[in-house]
């Protein structure tokens, strides 16, 4: 059971830090670039507005 990819081998990696791993894991990238996410979220809210109406 060391080398063996499953569920809570990927749990522990997403667990430690982007530091330990050196890898961009799910976990870090949320951490590291939270503005990517962010600035994602205004225009699919302004094209959900637009249809409420147009609709």
């Not at 063996?4 to 830090?17: E, G, I, K, Q, Y």
């Not at 949320?30 to 302004?46: E, F, G, Q, V």
Request: charged share 20%; aromatic share 2%; net charge positive.
């Amino acid at each position: 059971m060391h080398r063996r990819p499953t569920s809570a081998d990927a749990l522990a990696f997403t667990r430690l830090p982007p530091t330990a791993t050196g890898v961009a894991t799910p976990g870090s990238a949320i951490d590291a670039p939270p503005r990517r996410p962010a600035t994602r979220i205004p225009p699919p809210r302004s094209t959900i507005a637009v249809r409420r109406p147009a609709t």
